[in-house]
């Protein structure tokens, strides 16, 4: 005769399952406030274009890519992703302010993370991957590509600097770029 | 033991192989890495290094232990020869034919894409087929635990199916529903490339149905070490198990949640909506919960054994414990391991939190630890206690088994804890060189260093590993016969369970309801939205 | 750990045949099982919650939004 009988134990097990779960809900719902009222969740917008003709017209021809203001006063920053190089290889976007960023590539899987951010994307030859952020901090952020894209990877990154708001001046055509400093 | 004594002798050697070979590789790359110059440093070289290591690891070693052990449970678990030796030869034959098939291709510099190998980029169609034989040869050992169970069952009816050989049945039908996703990319896709048949790719179809086999291959590697938490580390603590029932639960449980949840490997991809990310996060959430639950139920086992042996208190339990012996050792350092693997874990799963960490070295850090430390330890463990029984021989003295588990521990902690640091850094993956005349990357180096030196300690510890099974097969080692292969017995040892414990009937169809909601139209898109495809980048030493 | 010869055990032989534990022990040890691993269960899961949420607060909020 057991003191601990079969059912006994089952109860027990049942306990902690019940503490497991509520530790795996008291997660998810942390995860799901920072989506809701942090505003930060993975990368959601599912855009195709063409990766053997994005570079003939369009949005991402060499000379449209980089940071533009556009109407509404819209801050986005086009980048295509290329072995293995970035174009541009260093992008200026302004502190404090909503930046879209638009990545393509005509060749193969590449990625991008920015140090110190949750700045984080794949880039898929067949889509456009897009993430809206805030940069709070100046200075120059290392942009490197993360995802194996062949031999040169190691060598593959690019530079985003982010630009105090009140030196954040767009040219005539409402472009901005490393150099204008 | 009628068969499977060669049979898993021939697995594990080969196995264990690709543990030495791959450690050595991995050492040369975490050189490469380091400020420190390394020889024979070029891209391709680091490169056709990093995807013989991982196909080692990933593939070789895993799939060749898992079939193994699975082959020595089946026989000594259900106390019967293993039905049809020769087939499960066969299966190994492929296995080989495949692994060499792979490693040829590798080694010439026609492979260099990694262990993920994600299209397009494009290697020799012999790696992909290599794979496959690989894959083949592991369906066979699927069938055979699958027709050993029901042997069993016809033979003995209303008789529990032994757990060991239960989770191992387990894991069988895991693995089938597994490689679908990766052998449909292989099969539909990467190979038709691979030959020059499609001058492209739909990329975003790839990397889906390679998602599916992706994590959920990671359990196909697991379960060997819980079937040890569950079955081998009691009995030689000189416990019980808590609960058989929850042990079964554990298993099943993996079997149903390890397969919907590949998404969260694409949580940073533009392909896919954030509903069915958020979708696959939540079932990740749930194929957390055997591993809270196994935490528990091994403590309890344990903790039965640390009292019976005169542990008093919340605590004193712990040090009662016999951890002279290599298998209860192990399993104190596997659970240990598991707080940071899993913590890490849980990390990459909280769906905004993966921004963080994807493509960093926090990865490399997670699942080296997780898979190379709780699991691998395990694996160690799991050929020691087996050793004896398939050659009627044990070493002198347990010291070096004990040494070496040491070994692997500190040198797994030391070589991952400074890559999750680094990796919240933004120190990000598969890079031969970095430029550390960069004062972010600058920074980095002291710990890469680090890192590096737990890589060296773990090298040594799988050469000492070696050496310690080659011990058993020497002149001085001593002879034993009559061993027989011991199983926990539970607390209350079930004599009849409920036919949805005893078999997966039931459980392949939530299965394929879980697949159906999770997968369905994730996969289905491709076929609706017009995707532009990727073209072919074929790898031939010239990148 | 023993390596002496033992009666082959598996989970489905009954209990009453021949293996290392001792019937009386084990009843009087099941009184106070599982008080450890619940103890052990705790403080490690309630150790993991609490890195879980460090993270959460400290790194991961402030890096910033992103969508």
């Known amino acids: 005769m057991r003191a601990d009988t079969e059912q006994d134990i089952l109860k027990t097990e049942l306990w902690w399952t019940a503490l497991v779960t509520a530790v795996v809900t008291a997660i998810m719902l942390a995860i799901i406030y920072a989506g809701l009222v942090h505003h930060i969740s993975p990368p959601s917008n599912i855009e195709t274009i063409d990766p053997k003709t994005l570079h003939l017209t369009g949005e991402f021809t060499e000379g449209n890519l980089g940071t533009r203001v556009e109407a509404g006063d819209q801050v986005t920053s086009r980048v295509v992703a290329t072995q293995f190089a970035f174009q541009p290889q260093c992008i200026a976007v302004p502190a404090n302010r909503t930046v879209t960023l638009r990545f393509a590539t005509p060749d193969v899987i590449h990625g991008i993370l920015v140090t110190g951010t949750n700045v984080n994307t794949m880039i898929i030859p067949g889509y456009v991957s897009q993430v809206h952020t805030v940069f709070t901090k100046t200075g120059d952020l290392l942009m490197p590509c993360h995802e194996f894209c062949g031999l040169g990877h190691s060598q593959m990154w690019a530079t985003v600097r982010v630009v105090p708001e009140d030196e954040f001046k767009p040219g005539p055509d409402g472009r901005v770029s490393c150099d204008a400093r | 033991m009628t068969h499977a004594r060669r049979l898993t002798l021939a697995h594990l050697w080969v196995a264990f192989a690709a543990i030495a070979v791959a450690a050595v590789l991995g050492v040369w790359q975490m050189w490469a890495r380091s400020p420190l110059p390394a020889p024979f440093l070029t891209a391709q070289a680091y490169f056709t290094s990093v995807t013989a290591h991982g196909v080692s690891m990933a593939y070789v070693l895993t799939t060749f232990m898992v079939m193994g052990f699975g082959y020595y449970v089946a026989e000594t678990a259900l106390g019967r020869p293993l039905p049809l030796p020769r087939l499960a030869w066969l299966g190994f034959a492929l296995g080989i034919v495949g692994s060499l098939m792979a490693a040829v291709t590798i080694f010439a510099g026609s492979a260099t894409v990694l262990f993920t190998f994600y299209p397009p980029l494009t290697a020799s169609p012999f790696f992909y087929i290599g794979l496959v034989l690989v894959v083949v040869g592991s369906w066979i050992w699927c069938g055979l635990m699958l027709w050993a169970m029901l042997d069993f069952k016809r033979a003995s009816p209303g008789v529990p199916v032994p757990l060991a050989m239960f989770a191992t049945v387990a894991n069988a039908v895991m693995w089938l529903w597994t490689t679908v996703g990766v052998a449909a990319e292989l099969l539909f896709q990467v190979i038709p490339a691979a030959f020059g048949w499609n001058e492209a790719v739909d990329v975003g179809l790839s990397r889906t149905l390679f998602s599916w086999t992706l994590h959920a291959i990671v359990y196909f590697w697991l379960i060997p070490a819980y079937i040890a938490f569950y079955t081998m580390a009691p009995q030689a603590a000189g416990g019980r198990l808590y609960s058989d029932t929850m042990g079964r639960l554990t298993f099943i449980l993996f079997l149903i949640y390890s397969l919907p949840v590949g998404m969260h490997h694409l949580f940073m991809d533009p392909q896919q909506s954030s509903a069915f990310k958020f979708l696959q996060m939540s079932f990740t959430a749930l194929v957390a919960a055997p591993t809270l639950l196994t935490v528990f139920t091994i403590s309890a086992s344990m903790e039965i054994a640390g009292r019976l042996r005169g542990g008093k208190g919340y605590f004193g339990w712990i040090g009662a414990l016999p951890w002279d012996c290599p298998m209860v050792l192990a399993t104190g350092m596997a659970f240990f391991m598991l707080w940071f693997g899993g913590g890490g874990g849980l990390i990459n799963m909280s769906f905004g939190m993966n921004a963080m960490v994807h493509n960093t070295s926090w990865v490399t850090a997670h699942f080296h630890l997780i898979f190379g430390g709780t699991v691998v330890i395990m694996y160690f463990a799991i050929a020691y206690a087996i050793w004896p029984t398939l050659t009627d021989r044990t070493p002198v003295s347990l010291r070096y088994q004990r040494l070496q588990l040491w070994l692997w521990f500190i040198g797994m902690m030391v070589m991952t804890l400074p890559w999750h640091y680094l990796g919240l850094q933004g120190q990000w993956r598969r890079v031969a060189t970095f430029n550390y005349s960069d004062p972010i990357i600058a920074g980095w180096g002291p710990w890469v260093i680090v890192s590096f030196i737990g890589g060296i300690i773990l090298l040594v510890s799988a050469l000492l590993f070696v050496w310690n099974l080659l011990e058993f097969h020497r002149a001085h080692a001593v002879v034993v016969t009559g061993l027989r292969p011991l199983y926990a017995l539970a607390v209350h040892p079930p004599e009849r369970v409920p036919a949805a414990l005893n078999g997966f009937a039931l459980w392949n169809v939530l299965v394929l309801i879980l697949m159906i909601a999770a997968y369905g139209y994730p996969i289905a898109q491709f076929f609706i939205i017009d995707a532009p495809e990727a073209i072919v980048h074929r790898v031939n030493g010239r990148g | ?67």
Do not use: I, K
Not at chain 3, 18 to 30: N, Q
Not at chain 3, 51 to 67: E, I
């Open chain 3, 1 to 67: 750990m023993a390596l002496a010869p033992h009666p082959n055990s598996s989970s489905q032989v009954p209990p009453s045949t021949d293996d290392v534990v001792d019937e009386a022990a084990l009843e009087r040890v099941m009184r106070e099982v599982p008080s450890g691993a619940l103890a052990l269960s705790l403080l490690t899961v309630g150790l993991l919650l609490l890195a879980w949420f460090l993270m959460y607060a400290f790194v991961f909020l402030p890096r910033g939004m992103v969508g």
